[in-house]
């Protein structure tokens, strides 16, 4: 363990390393390169050794699968296992001092940590959808856009820039367990069922929540602040966020709006069936 931490501190301290960072205008993000670089790697082998996994506890249902299902099965794993991680490990962010301070260009060593686990989630899902074309034309634009757009504001906090404000956003990802669950659920044959539909209420009122109320009242907030105390914030980094974060919450509109059609879809109204016969 000890060889490992000493040959992280020699990659940390190369001194390209750091006039790379320097040169790109993120000079705080020198100690945490080599664990960006490493975690999509990471993400490609959980995702990797996912299948046997779950083939071993799901035996047949999951067996049965075609070869596309159990990628996006693989996938959704990665992206379970991020989700989980980084809405635990981002509640402190919260309330942190550092930052509390200074919501704009306040830094703090364990917010970073975290945020360099959410871009190397973010270049490891880059990398999928752009190297896999049939992810792009599978998925749908959106979830580039949405994929860029994250790591674009989570690689500024290296600046440092708006460190505060990105627990906020990954607060979005409490709603993705329960959207990957449904998903399973699907897959295992369980649509329309009792803990699918626990879950498909419990994704959308958490969805609700997360996502569209308090994602729109923070970013409201943060250019709030960035209006009055970031002024010092280049124009085309402002721009970008006013982008960024247009693009995001759009998407969590349009995306709440399929859910809902979705789950009316799997769980018609009681008595829709008995008229839908009676019309017939």
């Not at 190369?14 to 080599?34: E, H, I, M, N, S």
């Not at 399973?184 to 699918?196: A, P, V």
């Not at 009242?217 to 010092?232: C, N, V």
Request: hydrophobic share 50%; glycine share 6%; net charge positive.
């Amino acid at each position: 363990m000890s060889q490992l931490a000493a040959g992280y501190a020699r990659l940390v301290e190369l001194p390209a390393a750091q006039r790379l960072c320097d040169l790109v205008g993120l000079p705080k993000l020198t100690p945490y390169w080599p664990a960006l670089l490493a975690l999509p790697l990471l993400c490609q082998a959980l995702r990797l050794s996912s299948n046997a996994l779950s083939s071993l506890v799901f035996g047949a249902k999951f067996d049965a699968l075609t070869a596309r299902q159990k990628y996006d099965w693989g996938v959704r794993v990665v992206s379970q296992a991020h989700a989980v991680v980084v809405v635990v490990l981002a509640v402190p962010i919260f309330f942190k001092e550092e930052l509390l301070k200074d919501t704009i260009h306040g830094f703090d060593n364990y917010s970073a940590w975290v945020y360099t686990i959410v871009c190397g989630h973010d270049s490891y899902f880059l990398w999928d959808i752009f190297v896999s074309i049939g992810d792009v034309k599978k998925l749908g634009v959106g979830f580039a856009i949405h994929a860029i757009s994250s790591f674009g504001v989570f690689i500024m906090s290296f600046r440092p820039s708006l460190q505060y404000y990105g627990a906020s956003f990954i607060m979005f990802e409490a709603s993705t367990i329960f959207l990957n669950n449904n998903w399973w659920l699907d897959k295992l044959g369980m649509t329309g069922s009792r803990l699918q539909l626990y879950n498909a209420s419990i994704l959308l009122g958490l969805y609700f929540v997360v996502r569209i109320l308090f994602g729109t009242t923070m970013s409201y907030l943060m250019f709030e602040d960035l209006q009055t105390k970031g002024t010092d914030t280049p124009a085309v980094l402002y721009y970008f966020y006013r982008t960024a974060n247009c693009a995001v919450l759009g998407l969590s509109y349009y995306w709440f709006y399929l859910m809902i059609a979705a789950v009316r879809r799997r769980f018609p109204p009681k008595g829709s069936a008995t008229l839908q016969k009676k019309a017939e």
